[in-house]
Nanobody, 115 residues
Framework: QVQLVESGGGLVQGGGSLRLSCAASGSIRSINSMGWYRQAPGKQRGFVAA???????NYVDSVKGRFTISRDNAKNTVYLQMNSLKPEDTAVYYC?????????WGQGTQVTVSS
């Protein structure tokens, strides 16, 4: 079994920064990709960013230039550096991982951006 543990959410003023972390543990043979989704109140969960095992990154247009995804393969950890945060970035952020060709989700971490 695989577990994803997230950390780093919180309350920040508009224009501020936060860094999310997601560590994978358990019976890991291969991590195919890791990434982040978010769900704002009353909205569906949506894609934010992802990074493949080879380091290729992908972002939703609304965060390009502000968010950076990275990973530490030795620690099985993915990070999301969020800069220039806006109130519309407020959501629960979920770590997503495709490990051993199975999809896993973290428990979610709240990010709140005040105006």
């Amino acid at each position: 079994q695989v577990q994803l543990v997230e950390s780093g959410g919180g309350l920040v003023q508009g224009g501020g920064s936060l860094r999310l972390s997601c560590a994978a543990s358990g019976s890991i043979r291969s991590i195919n990709s890791m990434g982040w989704y978010r769900q704002a109140p009353g909205k569906q969960r949506g894609f934010v960013a992802a990074i493949t095992s080879g380091g290729t990154t992908n972002y939703v247009d609304s965060v390009k230039g502000r968010f950076t995804i990275s990973r530490d393969n030795a620690k099985n950890t993915v990070y999301l550096q969020m800069n220039s945060l806006k109130p519309e970035d407020t959501a629960v952020y979920y770590c997503h991982a495709y490990i051993n060709y199975v999809t896993y989700w973290g428990q979610g971490t709240q990010v709140t951006v005040s105006s």
